[in-house]
């Protein structure tokens, strides 16, 4: 890959992501400043755009403080919950970003007006509280029926697509995945991996599309059976 992804985790349990590439530098959603600002300041990369995915507090609270100089995208569904926009995406919208094209996909559920940014180059997803690893956000305004399209949607990405979430959920995301299909191998394996990472404090984000479609029960409801006793 030509671009380096950076994994900054805020708050208790958020993620932001920084994407460099060819000089250029993007922020995918802003919880909180400092260690935003301190990973940047420590690289020695500056800020050109931000790439916000959803109203709620933990992924904009910063954008005021970091957005000085820079691009702010969102979603045109949500501007009016958003931080000031400098450009407000739709569905199927794309643009580029350091040499690269950067897609957009609408993924409401968790919020209506989330959004999703896909760098096919990259084989990397920003997907934010839509699809998660092991699980997906909780549905707070979209209803059932938007969530699974979304998912479905991003289910649809090329399998060693990276997925990028907004949380470090997994843990107990995976407790929950063992209840629905508890003699899954596939699922039993990464639950074990993820216990060891989580111990050593690292973080089990991002995950590959290829491990969310074998293990993730938000995946795989369309599956006619699932390993149930």
């Known amino acids: 890959m030509s671009f380096k992804f950076a994994i900054i985790p805020c ?3 958020n993620y932001a992501y920084l994407v460099h590439g060819n000089g250029k530098t993007a ?21 050109d755009e931000i790439w916000i995915t959803h109203h709620h507090d933990d992924h904009i609270g910063a954008v005021e403080e ?8 969102g979603a045109k569904a949500d501007a009016h919950r958003l931080p000031e926009l400098d450009v407000a995406h739709e569905d199927g919208d794309s643009f580029e970003f350091a040499g690269s094209e950067v897609r957009v996909f609408d993924v409401s ?18 997907t934010a509280d839509s699809l998660m690893a092991l ?18 949607k991003l289910a649809a990405l090329p399998p060693e697509t990276l997925i990028f979430s907004g949380h470090e959920y997994t843990e107990a ?17 990464r639950m074990t991996e993820i216990k060891e990472a989580r ?12 491990e969310e479609l074998a293990t993730n029960p938000f995946l795989r409801a369309g599956l006619q059976r699932l390993n149930r006793p």
């Open 11 to 13: 708050l208790s349990d």
């Open 27 to 47: 922020l995918i959603d802003a919880p909180e400043a400092k260690p935003i600002q301190d990973y940047l300041d420590a690289h020695g990369w500056s800020l």
């Open 66 to 73: 970091l957005r000085s100089g820079t691009v702010v995208r």
């Open 109 to 126: 559920g968790h919020t209506i007006g989330h959004i999703a940014y896909y760098i096919p180059d990259e084989s990397a997803a920003f």
């Open 135 to 152: 699980g997906c956000g909780r549905v707070f305004e979209g209803t059932f029926d938007q969530m699974w399209a979304s998912l479905s």
């Open 173 to 189: 995301n995976g407790r929950f995945a063992l209840t629905i299909e508890p003699e899954n191998p596939a699922l039993q394996k």
């Open 199 to 210: 111990a050593k404090g690292e973080a089990t984000v991002p995950s590959q599309l290829s």
